[in-house]
């Protein structure tokens, strides 16, 4: 899934994100291919300039595959906290995002309720054009889960998250966002302020 998340983001860069500056060459011209100049645009993941990164407020929604099949939501607030990143050369960013996540299922003929709280997980993004960005995370937090048939004991403990994701521009500071980790698969919006 993670392979098939990269290259449906990699493809997707393969796009032109607008028309060429008057000053510029077409692809054609110097053997660079579209998706080589995608990179190489102002926002890009080549553009190494510094950057100004807003915080987000994010909602998703989700189909939790741990125990059984139901199905949630999800909010996150995150914080830039690297604003250029790890690496000089890249156009990427560090972020810290704070969160909850509610989900109800059923496993096995009894239901359940679970709540993640507080959720707090590291992001390191690749912003690869204007409108495409790419990110990989790591969490933590704390999960409370209730069954709701009779003799049900709650259960409550730590876990932790990792995985990919990614984020499409489709406004203005608005975005689209897909990823996956411990809950399965995730959709959602992300509002920039």
């Not at 969490?139 to 499409?168: D, H, I, K, R």
């Not at 689209?176 to 698969?185: K, S, T």
């Amino acid at each position: 899934m993670r392979r098939t998340l990269t290259v449906v983001a990699l493809l997707a860069c393969a796009v032109p994100t607008g028309a060429l500056a008057d000053d510029e060459k077409k692809p054609e011209e110097t053997g660079s291919s579209s998706a080589e100049m995608a990179f190489k645009h102002q926002g890009a993941l080549f553009d190494a300039s510094p950057q100004q990164r807003h915080s987000m407020l994010s909602f998703f929604a989700f189909v939790p595959w741990t125990y059984g099949l139901g199905i949630g939501g999800a909010a996150r607030y995150s914080i830039p906290i690297l604003a250029d990143g790890f690496i000089s050369r890249l156009n990427d960013s560090i972020e810290l995002e704070f969160g909850a996540d509610i989900w109800a299922g059923s496993y096995v003929g009894y239901g359940y309720l679970g709540l993640a709280v507080p959720v707090a997980e590291g992001r390191w993004t690749f912003h690869l054009t204007e409108q495409w960005d790419v990110y990989g995370k790591v969490g933590f937090g704390w999960t409370f889960t209730v069954g709701a048939y009779t003799g049900a004991a709650p259960w409550a403990g730590f876990f932790w998250n990792a995985g990919p994701g990614v984020l499409y521009k489709f406004g203005d500071g608005l975005y689209a966002r897909a990823e996956i980790g411990y809950q399965g698969l995730r959709a959602g919006v992300g509002i920039n302020f």
